[in-house]
């Protein structure tokens, strides 16, 4: 150990240096190595693109943007939104998954927000109509499964929430930073889905899908089966082949026809009412009954969901749903 009352030469710098890079974890080093070469990248391309430079991010990506002299490139409206998207990630010390590409934040720029139901205009500035395309659940990386397009205001409110404090806020059932109940309940449903994949939560909640995840989304297994009910049992659905397997189920789990029955019948009369399909699930009367027959047969119910599920997860080409994260919500589209 040096004495600390010896001032400290460059040699003693130097082997502290060589000490430190042996002592540190290799993966340490990678990443460290892999956060500075992505700051270079940025700082490059953030140059040709005309973007202004960003105080208070890390020298590396200062340099490389001050010192850039090669020629511009005005980017597309979806390199530019990546290019933001890694802006976003720098800032808080994150980088992007590389699943994350110009061609996943296409396919899942949906025609409208599924909190608000604002259609987008894909248009760069500040408009409100330009989507947001951030984080869903603050606590996750920017990875392929947590990324999500909503209007700027919807992403101004979440700002730094958990999913825990939006779900609080969303039980609470009132008007809240601008903000209806029914977008609240909607935003909790959508970060469901991740925050139970990233915390390996054994679909803890049993939430009303208040929103149906979009492309490169996920959900619990609790989800997926309102989401089954609900395509099943809405117009063009196949409801008597549907009744026949839910009630199979019901009947494997000893529990009575009925039980399974009542619930059909006021799901079937909402959907027939409802301009979005999955508005039925707020509805008191019809989640009450849906959580009365669930819970009596969930292992039956989720056994059978689970398998589906597997089988078109198999059939998906697509590297978000191939990401290392816990199999217990499941990839939607």
């Not at 059978?304 to 398998?307: D, F, L, Y």
């Given at each position: 150990m040096r004495n600390p009352h010896v001032p400290e030469t460059a040699d003693d710098r130097q082997r502290a240096?060589?000490?430190e890079s042996v002592c540190r974890p290799a993966v340490q080093c990678d990443e460290a190595a892999a956060f500075n070469a992505e700051c270079i990248a940025i700082g490059r391309e953030s140059a040709a693109a005309g973007f202004r430079i960003v105080p208070k991010l890390p020298t590396a990506y200062q340099d490389a943007f001050d010192n850039y002299r090669g020629p511009e490139k005005k980017p597309s409206y979806f390199e530019s939104k990546l290019l933001s998207l890694r802006l976003s990630a720098l800032r808080r010390g994150m980088v992007v998954d590389s699943a994350v590409t110009i061609e996943f934040l296409q396919r899942i720029t949906v025609a409208q927000?599924?909190?608000q139901r604002?259609?987008?205009r894909l248009k760069s500035g500040s408009?409100?109509?330009n989507p947001s395309l951030d984080r869903l659940v603050n606590e996750v990386t920017y990875r392929a499964g947590n990324i999500c397009a909503l209007t700027q205001q919807v992403n101004r409110v979440k700002g730094d929430l958990s999913f825990d404090e939006v779900l609080q806020v969303?039980?609470?059932r009132k008007d809240h930073a601008g903000l209806m109940?029914?977008?609240w309940l909607r935003l909790a449903s959508l970060m469901y889905g991740a925050w139970a994949r990233a915390y390996k939560q054994d679909d803890l909640y049993l939430l009303p899908l208040a929103a149906i995840p979009g492309p490169g989304m996920f959900m619990s297994t609790s989800q997926a089966v309102q989401l089954l009910l609900t395509r099943h049992f809405s117009k063009g659905g196949n409801a008597s082949a549907a009744t026949g397997l839910w009630l199979g189920l019901t009947r494997q789990s000893d529990c009575k026809d009925d039980l399974f029955l009542e619930f059909r019948v006021l799901l079937a009369a909402a959907l027939s009412e409802e301009r979005y399909p999955e508005d039925v699930w707020q509805r008191d009367a019809v989640f009450g009954t849906f959580a009365r027959w669930y819970?009596?047969?969930r292992d039956a119910v989720d056994a059978?969901?689970?398998?589906a599920l597997h089988r078109h997860h198999e059939r998906l080409a697509d590297p978000a749903a191939e990401l290392d994260w816990p199999a217990i919500s499941r990839y939607q589209h």
């Open positions: 240096d060589a000490e927000c599924p909190v604002k259609r987008f408009s409100e109509r969303a039980q609470a109940p029914a977008e819970l009596a047969c059978q969901v689970e398998v």
